[in-house]
């Protein structure tokens, strides 16, 4: 029997260090804590939070923030490395050091891969992986789950499709790994240069995951219960010219939402540059800003798991 | 060990003889227990030679160098059909097929520059899980990029 105290002191690395169980309690907690993301709940007042942001982020950084402060505990950190010792050159892991020295709990984004594993091979204090390179963002995909079981109650039985850079956008790992616990219909829908890479594939097969690729959205849209979206970025492009061709093929707008389900949940990691049209967000369709908005009761929920505070 | 080789190369006092070494990776072998040449031991090779079992094969003798069973079973990842005999007073004292080990740690070079364990100047040592023996792969621990034999003879500066 999974519960509260599994979690406790746990890192969080990859969604694979999870399952399906710990999945259900932290949902509960997430549900719980929905009452209080806008008010406080003072469980957490003697511990601190030490945010390491090597990388940008808005979203993440801000919610864990929020979630830390409605739970009546102190943050602590960085975003960027321009004001800190790393730009005299201090490495990775004397950084962890120091803020495992002055915290309970440490959240990390940088671009590299498996940093967050290595720091949590450092640290005492509990480890969040905010997103490491493109591999992992185990907190954004149990995010984008919590959206869907909130949305339809379950996870089983469902079709959904992930459309966009499939390749190199972290979140999509993430989540994929997160919907091997399910029973779900995947549905990757991306430009060719874009599919995903050869260890993702590996890993659907040997989850006996169902699942199939196609390079034009409106051959799945109607088959559809959620529609996950990612970005596409420039830069992963040689050539402009394609890119602009790409980004018009793969735009979601009236004219694709039409063909799907009435019920049909669009969803976004965001940032939102022009991949989903303006025009969708007033469709009931949008489920978008939802979703970032249940970022802070989940990361409230993580937190709680994670430093204890009482159930 | 066939006949014929056995007229090649003398028998050795003290050390280990990997036999069954797939034709042409006795080279490999030896890189991969990292003896050079220039440490002194004394090493036979034999390259090609008939075999039974493989047609054809290398053999390599190490005379003087004491090598763990761990440090011997990481042959596998060049040579998976190889056996080693343990040689103490020209007498075999034990005899065993290598088998690659689930975790390599510290060995091979990850592929992916963006991996944390190819930074400098961070205290990280490299460590890879075995995802299949045949064909072979490895996972980069830390950053999840697969690996196959052809990476890891790379990383080993074979190729």
Redesign the interface.
């Known amino acids: 029997m999974v519960g509260f105290l599994d979690w406790f002191g746990r890192d969080i690395i990859s969604v694979l260090d999870f399952g399906r169980e710990d999945f259900e309690v932290l949902f509960t907690e997430a549900l719980n804590m929905e009452k209080y993301a806008k008010s406080r709940l003072d469980v957490l007042g003697d511990k601190v939070l030490a945010l390491a942001f090597f990388e940008p982020s808005t979203r993440t950084r801000l919610s864990f923030e929020t979630a830390m402060l409605r739970l009546g505990g102190s943050v602590i950190g960085f975003s960027g490395t321009e004001a800190t010792s790393m730009a005299k050159?201090e490495?990775?892991?004397d950084t962890i050091r120091m803020l495992d020295a002055y915290a309970n709990a440490i959240v990390i984004r940088h671009?590299?891969?498996?940093?967050a594993?290595?720091a949590a091979g450092i640290a005492e204090s509990p480890v969040i992986n905010a997103g490491d390179?493109?591999?992992?963002h185990p907190t954004q995909a149990m995010l984008d789950l919590y959206t869907i079981w909130r949305e339809f109650k379950v996870i089983d039985g469902l079709s959904i499709g992930i459309l966009g850079d499939l390749r190199y956008a972290r979140v999509v790992n993430s989540l994929v790994q997160a919907l091997s616990y399910y029973r779900v219909r995947l549905h990757l829908i991306s430009p060719e240069l874009l599919r995903p890479r050869?260890?993702l594939v590996?890993f659907m097969e040997s989850r006996g995951m169902k699942y199939d690729w196609t390079n034009d959205p409106y051959n799945v849209i109607n088959d559809l219960d959620v529609l996950y979206v990612v970005r596409i970025q420039r830069e992963r492009f040689p050539d402009p010219m394609e890119y602009e061709r790409i980004r018009g093929a793969y735009k979601v707008n009236l004219k694709l939402i039409e063909r799907g389900k009435p019920n049909l949940v669009i969803l976004h990691p965001l940032p939102r540059i022009d991949e989903v049209d303006f025009t969708v967000d007033n469709t009931p369709q949008a489920r978008y800003f939802k979703q970032a908005g249940f970022g802070v009761p989940l990361r409230m929920a993580l937190l709680r798991l994670v430093l204890g505070g009482g159930s | 060990m066939s006949g014929k080789s056995e007229l090649i190369i003398s028998k050795i006092r003290n050390g280990v003889v990997i036999d069954h070494i797939p034709a042409g990776r006795a080279l490999l072998v030896l890189r991969l227990l990292g003896i050079s040449g220039r440490d002194g031991f004394r090493v036979a090779l034999v390259m090609n030679v008939e075999s039974r079992k493989l047609g054809t094969k290398d053999i390599v003798k190490i005379e003087g160098r004491e090598l763990t069973k761990d440090e011997l079973n990481l042959v596998a990842l060049v040579a998976p059909t190889a056996t080693v005999n343990m040689i103490r007073d020209y007498e075999v004292v034990s005899k065993f097929k290598v088998t690659m080990p689930n975790v390599i740690e510290g060995l091979l070079k990850c592929k992916n520059p963006k991996c944390i364990t190819n930074q400098q100047r961070e205290p990280v040592k490299s460590r890879f899980r075995l995802v299949s023996r045949e064909p072979l792969k490895l996972v980069c621990d830390y950053c999840g990029t697969m690996h196959e034999l052809s990476d890891i003879e790379k990383s080993l500066g074979l190729v």
């Open positions: 050159g490495n990775l892991a671009s590299l891969e498996g940093a594993k290595f390179g493109s591999q992992n050869q260890e590996e």
